[in-house]
């Protein structure tokens, strides 16, 4: 059972950060093992257990990040991350082409969300037709999001809209192609402690109805087709 993060957590994610090398790192692993990566995986487990009950019909899983990184993308950085996160998820051979719920902690700020990292433009087209289909139920999605606090949508815009969205409360979802439904901020007491997850329990059910919407868009017709 998760328990919290320490200070040992933090300070080893200041230390990979300026000590970004092989030697510092091992001598230091098993500090990385027990501090940073066994509470990150407890946590994203009881996540992905919170989720899987409430929505037993995904098959979701729990993927925990590793802290090296790929060595054919360094470019120039280090061999290791500063930082670690968890995805609950449904499995998936190519699973940019999913959403997922994540949580993410580095030296100076934590952060968690729902969103896509990569879909297909096929997804986003889907999207679109199923908004022209019926615009109330993205409209009403829309609005609950913006009568709260915790969750902002981020996006990565086309550079040309695709299409007219139907109201301009909907141009948001026409001009991206790629979001996250997220929030962020500095280190805090709760990570210290099973408040964290309570508040993410409390967030990632906010946001599953947006999880079920975007979950379902791979079962749609493909709008190309006459």
């Not at 902690?105 to 096929?122: N, Q, T, V």
Request: with cysteine; glycine share 4%.
């Amino acid at each position: 059972m998760f328990t919290g993060f320490t200070d040992e957590t933090v300070d080893f994610m200041w230390g990979i950060r300026f000590n970004n090398e092989k030697p510092w790192f091992e001598a230091h692993k098993e500090t990385y093992l027990n501090s940073f990566y066994q509470p990150m995986r407890e946590l994203g487990e009881e996540l992905r257990d919170f989720l899987a009950d409430k929505r037993p019909q995904y098959g979701l899983i729990c993927k925990t990040t590793r802290i090296y990184r790929d060595a054919r993308r360094l470019h120039g950085r280090g061999p290791y991350k500063d930082h670690l996160w968890f995805c609950v998820e449904q499995p998936s051979e190519q699973w940019t082409a999913r959403p997922t719920f994540w949580f993410e902690l580095g030296p100076e700020a934590w952060s968690c969300g729902m969103g896509y990292y990569m879909p297909r433009p096929l997804t986003m087209a889907k999207l679109r037709a199923r908004i022209d289909r019926d615009p109330k139920t993205m409209e009403t999605l829309t609005r609950k999001l913006a009568r709260q606090k915790e969750f902002q949508l981020e996006t990565e815009d086309y550079k040309r809209p695709r299409a007219a969205a139907p109201s301009p409360l909907l141009e948001p979802w026409y001009r991206m192609k790629s979001f996250s439904i997220c929030h962020e901020e500095k280190l805090t007491e709760e990570l210290f402690s099973r408040e964290i997850v309570e508040r993410l329990k409390k967030g990632f059910d906010f946001l599953l109805p947006y999880y079920d919407y975007f979950a379902t868009l791979e079962g749609d017709p493909d709008p190309r087709d006459p």
